[in-house]
């Protein structure tokens, strides 16, 4: 059996049934010891990327060691690490990538149609753009970022003035006493409201809760919470994953009362925190005086690890820990709901490379000659001297100062007893380095002073120049923002995809198209009516706006999924000129539809309701349909008519 051997997965944990939750206690305890047991194990491999981690943090965050008593060399940090990355983060985030969703069959392709813009429409409602900035951020800080996809909802609140009501009672007979007289009994028969003193009703203040958004929604993970199988080069392929959360005591009793989570018994879930990620970082560049606060001690650390068969659920990283939810995967794709990106892929490994290792060794030596230089300055500012102390009359006449007099007793001569140290000068190789240095970084980085809106003499000037060395930037940032796709965004995609299938609301209503339709007018009786003066059916805008509702069915079918070509880095004006330029071609072309070219170049300046702007096809029929109608009505030429008007 499957239990036999230490290590491997409880046997109940392949079970057939939605909850695998077991009810002895003993398999309770097996399944908290497995999952202990893998965290440990991933954690342990992953211990040495960890250091670097820290060490890539502090460099961006320009940290460097407190100085020490009687410290006086300088300690200044170039700051090569931050401005690299928030060079590349703009251009590899410079725009969503955007879902094309293609039909597998021929009946596939209206449901294709709706299932893209929906998908359009969950991005931007989940806010994906943040989370997607934070992930590409940490594949360049770290070379790996991680999302978790999921499904989640969103709530608001309306504040509506309500009458208070208050309930009216009266009598009904139940039945007769001994004396065949009726038993009566007060029971409410209604409401009615409360009025005041003047008799007006009484008003409240009720807020009413509502959703704002239900359907896929996506996390940023931080890598210090990301655990994985310690020999699994991508998530697809890894036996687990797991992620460390941490869960205050509100949390947990709300998911108890959804039956999400067991609950255990109160005596055995105390506090099992024992540090929180993010305020371990800090701590260690002095931002927190403790990595773990007093006020964020009623925190919990849960273990959530994940198979493509099952999803497991424990409280506590180590020792007695307990056992909150064993079910298969609730997602009806099949697939552990993490994305991978990376920025520089390391064959056959989990963890990429990201901008900051490889100026690791660049970053050292630029603060090391860049700080020796300064520290130069200051002593050729402050002077060294060499005295015999014997003859100094007063030590502290040594302080370089202006006009500042150093008096000597009598007896030997001067230059015997006070004279100055000559350090020397750091030569202009010393300047020469830097300069190295800095383009050693650019090739590393592929950031050139063009790229950061800088000028550079050391590189050719001319137009044709600066554009070479821009393309060959760009090109890189193309490979990563293409790579980010393959590796992590299509299958975000997919996921956001199912997810909407899955648990689509039934009266989900949403806005797909930009362009609102006609509908038929009618008279007061709810029959159609025709415009007088064409006779054609009198059309008015339909009174929904535009909305539609989304049922599975409109949303279900076989699908591949792609990215838009337009999520490749490109700068925000170069993009533009790009557009303005093919919109131009466009128009010239026949076969080209004119009101999609207008639409997509109204959005790339950043109108987002092109609506606003353009006729509808059908107000257009109707200006046209008018149009031919009134010309039609105008005399012919030679008519009596035409002549007198004439």
């Known amino acids: 059996m499957l239990d036999n051997m230490p290590g491997d997965i409880p046997s109940f944990l392949y079970g057939e049934e939605e909850d695998l939750f077991p009810s002895e206690e003993m398999d309770q305890k097996r399944a908290v010891a497995w999952v202990q047991m893998r965290f440990q194990q991933a954690e342990s491999a992953r ?343 014997d003859y100094m009359i007063d030590p502290n006449d040594l302080v370089v100062r202006p006009g500042g007099v150093i008096r000597m007793r009598e007896g030997l001569p001067l230059n015997q007893v006070f004279q100055q140290i000559d350090l020397g000068d750091i030569t202009s190789d010393a300047y020469t380095e830097v300069q190295e240095l800095e383009r050693e970084a650019e090739k590393a980085s592929g950031v050139s002073p063009y790229q950061t809106g800088q000028d550079s003499p050391a590189y050719n000037r001319t137009a044709t120049g600066v554009a070479l060395i821009s393309e060959q930037g760009n090109t890189r940032f193309s490979f990563k923002v293409s790579l980010a796709e393959h590796t992590g965004y299509k299958r975000l995609v997919r996921q956001y995809a199912s997810i909407l299938q899955q648990f689509i609301p039934i009266d989900l209503g949403i806005r797909l198209k930009d362009t609102q339709d006609l509908v038929r007018m009618t008279d007061q009786m709810g029959m159609p009516v025709n415009d007088p003066m064409t006779g054609a059916p009198a059309m008015q805008p339909d009174p929904t706006g535009g909305w539609q509702a989304i049922t599975p069915d409109s949303i279900g079918g076989r699908f591949d999924f792609d990215i838009e070509a337009e999520s490749s880095a490109q700068t925000i004006s170069a993009r533009r000129e790009q557009t303005l330029s093919m919109a131009a071609q466009l128009m010239q072309d026949p076969y080209m539809k004119p009101r999609p070219i207008r639409e997509d170049l109204l959005k790339e300046f950043g109108r987002k309701n092109p609506e606003e702007y353009l006729y509808s096809d059908q107000e257009i029929a109707m200006m046209q349909a008018a149009a031919q109608a009134e010309q039609a009505s105008l005399p012919a030429e030679g008519d009596s008519s035409y002549s007198e008007t004439q």
Request: charged share 25%; no cysteine.
């Open 47 to 389: 211990k040495p990327h960890e250091d670097r981690w820290l060490s890539y943090y502090k460099a961006y965050r320009s940290y460097v060691t407190p100085r020490k008593p009687g410290q006086w060399q300088s300690q200044a940090w170039m700051p090569i690490s931050f401005y690299v990355i928030e060079t590349i983060l703009p251009r590899l985030a410079a725009q969503l990538p955007s879902a094309v969703v293609n039909p597998v069959g021929p009946q596939d392709v209206k449901s294709a149609e709706t299932m893209e813009e929906v998908l359009h429409w969950a991005e931007d409602k989940s806010e994906l753009y943040l989370e997607q900035v934070k992930a590409v951020k940490s594949s360049l800080m770290y070379g790996t970022g991680i999302l978790k996809i999921g499904y989640g909802e969103k709530k608001g609140y309306n504040i509506v003035e309500e009458p208070v009501m208050e309930e009216t009672t009266g009598e009904i007979a139940t039945g007769e006493d001994m004396d065949g007289q009726p038993v009566m009994q007060t029971v409410p028969v209604g409401s009615q409201p409360v009025l005041d003193e003047n008799g007006e009703p009484q008003t409240q203040t009720v807020r009413t809760e509502y959703f704002t958004y239900q359907g896929p929604i996506a996390e940023a993970v931080d890598i210090e919470n990301f655990f994985v199988d310690p020999i699994a080069s991508d998530v697809s392929d890894a036996r687990y994953v797991i992620h460390r959360v941490y869960r205050d005591r509100k949390h947990l009793e709300k998911m108890f009362e959804a039956g999400t989570y067991k609950r255990p018994p109160d005596n055995q879930w105390e506090s099992y925190l024992h540090e929180f990620a993010s305020l371990k970082r800090q701590s260690e560049i002095g931002y927190t005086s403790d990595a773990l606060p007093d006020r964020e001690k009623d925190l919990f650390p849960l273990l959530e690890l994940w198979t493509d068969d099952f999803a497991v659920t424990v409280l506590g990283e180590r020792g007695d820990g307990i056992l909150l939810r064993a079910q298969r995967t609730p997602y009806a794709h099949g697939e552990k709901p993490f994305v991978k990106i990376v920025d520089h892929i390391v064959p056959h490994e989990f963890w990429g490379i990201g901008e900051l290792e490889p100026l690791s060794g660049i970053q050292d030596t630029l603060n090391a000659i860049w700080n020796a230089r300064i520290d130069n300055v200051k002593i050729a500012l402050n002077k060294m001297f060499a005295v015999v102390m």
